[in-house]
């Protein structure tokens, strides 16, 4: 097998994994920690492979994750527990901000 067919199977199997986890991560899918595992990879693979439009995928989970976290804070009902959610929702915010800048500065 010569290299550029390689390069395109790979390019292929690995686009089809990262669209996969941008979707479950948008969607909520597994625990916190999980999720932010994901996020790191996401982040390393976005500078790797930018033309898998990887910030656009973490810019849509941020913005999920905080709309998720809303609706936490609105069935809270300890304000050190709206607190702690709002300042979180507010970091899921700027960090969607961020990505949104640097898609319009590409």
Do not use: C
Request: proline share 2%.
């Amino acid at each position: 097998m010569t290299v550029e067919p390689l390069h395109d199977q790979r390019t292929q199997i690995l686009s089809g994994v990262v669209k996969t986890l941008l979707d479950d991560l948008k969607n909520g899918a597994g625990d916190k920690d999980r999720r932010r595992q994901v996020e790191e990879w996401m982040r390393t693979l976005a500078e790797k492979y930018p033309e898998f439009q990887i910030e656009s995928g973490l810019r849509d989970y941020y913005l999920a994750e905080a709309e998720r976290l809303r609706v936490d804070f609105e069935k809270a009902a300890e304000l050190n527990e709206k607190l702690a959610l709002g300042r979180s929702i507010e970091g899921f915010l700027d960090r969607a901000a961020d990505y949104a800048k640097r898609i319009a500065e590409k």
